[in-house]
C-alpha cells in the first residue's frame, strides 16, 4: 500500500517536472523525445529543477514582489530542500522530489548539485566575470547539468560501462559550456540591460563588433567538436538525443556568424521549427544522413 501511494505521488511529480520542460524548452524537449520513456522522464526531472533555479535568478521572483535577500533566500531554501530530498527520497516540493528520484537512482549527489547553486548564486551578487570566475560560472551552471545527464546515459542500455570516462567525462562538460556560451551570445543584449550582467570579460555590448562575435563563436565551435567525439560512444537511443541537441546548437552557430554583431545585442536568434524538424530527421537517420544534414547547417537554411 506504501509503494503504491509513493510511486503514484513520485510519478504525478514526474509529469509536472515535464510540464516545465513543455513550457521553457522545444528544443531540449523535442531531443529528450528521442530517448527512452524512462530516460527521457529522468533527463525531464533534471531539467526542470534547473530551470526553476534558472528562473528564482532570472527575474521570477523579483517579478513576485520579493528582495534580493528575499530571492537568495528562496534560492538557498531551494537547495537545501533538495539536498534533503537526496538523503531521504522526498520532498513536498514535486519538482524537487521528480529530480531526487533521477539523482538516487543515477548517483548523481551534492559533488554536481553544489556548483550549480553556487554558480546561480553567483547571478544575484556578481554581475561582471574575470576568465578565471567566467570558467567557474560554466562549470556549475552548465558542465555539471552535462554531467548529470551523462549519469542518466550510463544507466541505459548498450552503455560503455564505465569504459571511456575520461572522453565522456569531457564531451559531456564541453556541450554544456558551449550551450551557455551560445545562450550567452544570444542573450548579450538582454542580460545586459535587463538583469545587468555582463558574462563576457571585458566585453562592452554597447562596443561589440563582428571581430568580437567570430572569437567567441570559434571557440564554441571548438567546445562543440570536443562534445561530437564523444556521442558514438553513449549508448544508442542517447547517442540520437545527444546528436539532436549538439546540431541544433551547431545550427544555432551557424545562424550567428550570418547575424551582424549590432543586430545581436536587439534580437534573439532562433532556429526555426521546419530547420528543428530536419536536424531530428538527421539524428534519427543515423550516420549516412549527417553529411546532407551537416550542409544543410552550414548553409544556413
Known amino acids: 500500500m506504501g509503494s503504491d501511494i509513493l510511486g503514484h505521488y513520485s510519478t504525478t511529480a514526474s509529469r509536472s517536472a515535464s510540464v516545465v520542460i513543455g513550457s521553457y524548452s522545444t528544443s531540449f524537449g523535442l531531443a529528450c523525445w ?48 533538495t539536498e534533503h530530498a ?33 554558480s546561480m548564486r553567483t547571478d544575484l551578487a556578481q554581475h561582471s566575470h574575470s576568465p578565471e570566475s567566467l570558467k567557474d560560472y560554466i562549470y556549475g551552471s552548465a558542465e555539471v547539468v552535462g554531467l548529470m545527464c551523462l549519469a542518466v546515459f550510463e544507466t541505459m542500455d548498450g552503455a560503455t560501462a564505465g569504459q571511456n570516462n575520461i572522453q565522456l567525462t569531457e564531451s559531456a562538460r564541453s556541450l554544456g559550456a558551449a550551450f551557455q556560451k551560445v545562450n ?14 555582463l558574462y563576457f570579460p571585458g566585453l562592452d555590448p554597447s562596443a561589440f563588433n563582428d571581430g568580437h562575435k567570430l572569437a567567441l563563436l570559434a571557440d564554441i565551435r571548438h567546445d562543440l567538436e570536443v562534445a561530437r567525439w564523444g556521442i ?25 556568424e550570418r547575424v551582424p554583431a549590432a543586430e545581436l545585442v ?6 526555426p521549427g521546419y530547420q528543428k524538424a530536419y536536424i531530428a530527421l538527421g539524428a534519427c537517420a543515423g550516420p549516412w544522413h549527417q553529411r546532407s544534414t551537416t550542409s544543410v547547417q552550414e548553409s544556413g537554411l
Open 266 to 271: 536587439t534580437r534573439r536568434i532562433r532556429v
Open 184 to 197: 550567452f551570445l544570444r542573450d548579450l543584449g538582454a542580460d545586459s540591460t535587463d538583469l545587468g550582467r
Open 86 to 118: 537526496l538523503k531521504i527520497g522526498y520532498s513536498t516540493n514535486m519538482v524537487v522530489h521528480a529530480f531526487a528520484g533521477t539523482a538516487r537512482r543515477c548517483s548523481i549527489g551534492v559533488e554536481l548539485t553544489r556548483p550549480f547553486f553556487a
Open 232 to 256: 558514438p560512444l553513449l549508448a544508442p537511443r542517447a547517442r540520437l538525443a545527444v546528436r539532436m541537441a549538439h546540431n541544433l546548437f551547431l545550427a544555432l552557430v551557424v545562424k550567428l
Open 34 to 81: 528521442l530517448l527512452g520513456r524512462k530516460e527521457r522522464q529522468d533527463i525531464e526531472n533534471i531539467y526542470a529543477l534547473v530551470r526553476v533555479a534558472d528562473e528564482v535568478v532570472d527575474g521570477a521572483a523579483e517579478a513576485a514582489g520579493l528582495c534580493p535577500t528575499e530571492v537568495e533566500a528562496q534560492l538557498d531554501g531551494l537547495e537545501r530542500e
